[in-house]
């Protein structure tokens, strides 16, 4: 995941890059988002479906 684009934060310009950065280099946007700790934040996967399940799965574990 990374930073969502979003024009109001200062560091917008830098997410852009970042977000270029991964899909430059085989990440797929999933369409997918998630609000952590007031941070807004797009999911990316190396697969072209992101099996949500999964996922979610995965947050749950490092939430404990």
Same mark, same amino acid.
């Given at each position: 995941?990374? =930073? =969502? ?9 830098? #997410?852009? +890059?970042?977000?270029?950065?991964? /899909? ?13 700790? =007031?941070?807004?934040?797009?999911? /990316?996967?190396?697969?072209?479906? &992101?099996?949500? +399940?999964?996922?979610?799965? &995965? &947050?749950? #574990?490092?939430?404990?």
């Amino acid at each position: 995941d990374l =930073g =969502g684009i979003d024009e109001q934060a200062k560091n917008n310009a830098q #997410r852009i +890059s970042r977000k270029h950065f991964y /899909l430059q280099n085989d990440f797929c946007e999933t369409g997918y988002f998630m609000d952590y700790f =007031g941070t807004r934040f797009e999911v /990316l996967c190396l697969e072209e479906k &992101l099996k949500i +399940s999964n996922f979610a799965y &995965l &947050l749950d #574990r490092l939430n404990q």
